[in-house]
């Protein structure tokens, strides 16, 4: 059986659940086991990404800690993680309900696919996450 790891970084719980059956879904059609790690603010995602290599990254851009200390929204997490560390390469779905225009290119050009949350259609995200997960 084939074996993944996935990290959801989202500090929107039902947001994490959307992805966690979709991820399910996908797991079940490519008889796979995932190990899916879930953050909920920008500095355990940091931390999460520096120690574990993963085979999907899925990144939310806002995060609620915005007054803790070392606070990043997810696109500077995203431009961190491609440059150093164990996911320089690792396929990430930068998954974002923030309206600015500019995020979409941003995210691409830091080698993320863009996703907007408002689009959510678990068909495409399910397609999506199973074409990444068997690069």
Same mark, same amino acid.
């Given at each position: 059986?084939?074996?993944?790891?996935?990290?959801?970084?989202?500090d929107?719980?039902? #947001?994490?659940?959307?992805?966690?059956l979709?991820?399910? =879904?996908?797991? @079940?059609?490519?008889?796979?086991? +995932? %190990?899916?790690?879930?953050?909920?603010n920008?500095?355990?995602?940091r931390?999460f990404? $520096? =120690?574990?290599?993963?085979?999907?990254?899925?990144? &939310?851009? =806002?995060? %609620?800690?915005d007054?803790? #200390? /070392?606070?990043?929204? /997810?696109?500077?997490i995203?431009? +961190?993680?491609?440059? $150093? /560390?164990?996911?320089? @390469? @690792?396929?990430? !779905?930068?998954?974002? /309900?923030?309206?600015? @225009?500019?995020?979409?290119p941003m995210?691409?050009?830091?080698?993320? !696919?863009?996703?907007?949350?408002?689009k959510a &259609? *678990?068909?495409?995200?399910? %397609?999506?996450?199973?074409? *990444?997960? #068997? %690069?």
């Open positions: 059986m084939l074996k993944y790891s996935v990290l959801i970084a989202d929107d719980d039902s #947001q994490r659940n959307v992805q966690k979709v991820l399910g =879904e996908v797991a @079940s059609m490519i008889e796979a086991e +995932l %190990k899916i790690d879930e953050t909920t920008s500095v355990e995602t931390k990404i $520096s =120690e574990n290599e993963y085979d999907l990254i899925i990144l &939310d851009n =806002e995060f %609620k800690d007054l803790s #200390q /070392g606070h990043l929204p /997810g696109i500077a995203l431009q +961190l993680m491609r440059k $150093s /560390g164990p996911n320089r @390469s @690792s396929p990430t !779905v930068f998954c974002s /309900g923030d309206p600015y @225009s500019t995020l979409g995210a691409e050009r830091y080698g993320a !696919v863009y996703y907007p949350k408002a &259609d *678990l068909e495409e995200l399910t %397609k999506l996450y199973l074409k *990444l997960l #068997q %690069k």
